[in-house]
């Protein structure tokens, strides 16, 4: 500080300027740390963009097992499905055709009867 002698006691003008030089570096160093900080997150957001990150290999073992396990109960579900339509189109297949083989029994218990009594009654007109 400087005295006047008077009593009066003005501030030091280069510890003064000094405070502000020192106020505006902060300012501008903060202004650069900043600008730096938001460059490096755009940079990385890029590179993470275009390449597959940690979070992303975590992400893909985990949507891999989760497909493996999915895909080991649908082959599970599948066999016993198929399975059973397996079983039930062989009992059908079955049925029909005992069905068909008892139709064609009585087709032919009936078209030996309808012959033998066409004979018949032929045979009864002629004699």
Not at 30 to 44: G, K, P
């Amino acid at each position: 500080n400087i005295s006047l002698g008077i009593g009066v006691l003005l501030p030091n003008p280069f510890f003064f300027a000094c405070n502000v030089v020192k106020v505006y570096w902060r300012i501008s160093l903060r202004v650069i740390q900043l600008s730096l900080d938001i460059s490096y997150e755009a940079v990385n957001r890029d590179y993470e963009m275009s390449t597959e990150g940690p979070s992303d290999r975590i992400h893909s073992q985990q949507r891999i097992t989760k497909t493996y396990e999915d895909l080991r109960k649908h082959i599970i579900t599948n066999h016993v499905a198929l399975t059973a339509i397996n079983n039930n189109m062989k009992s059908q297949h079955t049925d029909i055709r005992q069905n068909l083989q008892d139709r064609h029994s009585d087709m032919e218990r009936n078209i030996g009867t309808e012959i033998n009594e066409a004979r018949n009654a032929l045979g009864q007109s002629i004699v």
